[in-house]
C-alpha cells in the first residue's frame, strides 16, 4: 500500500527574506543605537578630560595652587608661565629661539589664552575645529621645546626620551583632530546649539 506524506507548501525564497529583514531590523536598530550612544559617551568622556587638562595647567600657572607652580611663582604674582620652560630647553633646533622667548610678556600671554581657550572650547563642546588647530600649534611647540629625537642634551648628559617621535604631545594633538571631526560636542556639551548658530552655520570654521 502506498504511503502519502502530506505536502508542506513553502514559502517563496523572496518572501522569507523579506520576513526575515522585518524581523531582524528592530533589534539590529537597538544594536547600532547601542554602539552610536557608547561612542558619543566615549567620545565626549576623552574631550571634557583633555579639556581639564588644559583649563587645570591655566589655573596651575595662573593661581600657583601648589602642584607644577608654587605659589610664589604665580602669573598672577608676577611670575612668568614660560621662563622656567623655555628658559631650560636643551635640545633640539630652536633652542635658542625658546630661550630668547623664555619670560616674554607676548609668549606668556599666548600661552596662557591658548591654554584657557583650548580648555573651555573642549569642556563646552564648542569651537573644537579651532581648539584642535590651535592646540596642535601650542602642542607641537612644545614637542620641539622637548624635542624627543635627541639621545643627548646640550651639556652630554643623557635626554631620558622613551620614544624619539610619538609622545603624549602627539598623542594629545591627535586626539584633538579627532574630537573635532567627530563632532564630540554633540554630547555632554553645547555643540549642537553653537553650530545652530547663524554666524557659524556661515563659516564652518568656527564649529
Known amino acids: 500500500m ?17 520576513l526575515h529583514r522585518r524581523t531582524a531590523q528592530p533589534a539590529d536598530r537597538a544594536a547600532t543605537t547601542a554602539e552610536t550612544t557608547a561612542t558619543a559617551t566615549a567620545l565626549a568622556a576623552t574631550r571634557v578630560t583633555l579639556g581639564f587638562v588644559f583649563l587645570w595647567a591655566f589655573l596651575d600657572k595662573a593661581f600657583g595652587l601648589g602642584y607644577a607652580t608654587k605659589s610664589a611663582a604665580a602669573w598672577v604674582k608676577g611670575g612668568s608661565p614660560t621662563k622656567g620652560f623655555l628658559s631650560h630647553v636643551s635640545a633640539g633646533p630652536l633652542q635658542s629661539a625658546f630661550h630668547q622667548w623664555a619670560g616674554q610678556a607676548w609668549a ?9 581657550g583650548i580648555g573651555l572650547a573642549l569642556i563646552g563642546g564648542i569651537g573644537l575645529r579651532i581648539a584642535a588647530a590651535s592646540g596642535t600649534l601650542l602642542l607641537a611647540m612644545m614637542w620641539a ?14 635626554s631620558g626620551s622613551s620614544n624619539p617621535v610619538a609622545d603624549y604631545h602627539l598623542v ?28 557659524v552655520r556661515d563659516h564652518p570654521w568656527l564649529r
Open 2 to 18: 502506498a504511503v502519502h506524506h502530506a505536502h508542506t507548501p513553502r514559502m517563496p525564497r523572496r518572501l522569507t527574506a523579506r
Open 108 to 116: 606668556d600671554w599666548l600661552f596662557m589664552l591658548g591654554l584657557l
Open 145 to 158: 621645546a622637548e624635542w624627543p629625537p635627541a639621545r643627548h642634551l646640550a651639556n652630554g648628559a643623557a
Open 172 to 199: 594629545y594633538a591627535l586626539l584633538l583632530i579627532v574630537l573635532a571631526a567627530t563632532a564630540s560636542g554633540n554630547s555632554w556639551g553645547l555643540g549642537r546649539r553653537w553650530a545652530a548658530l547663524p554666524v
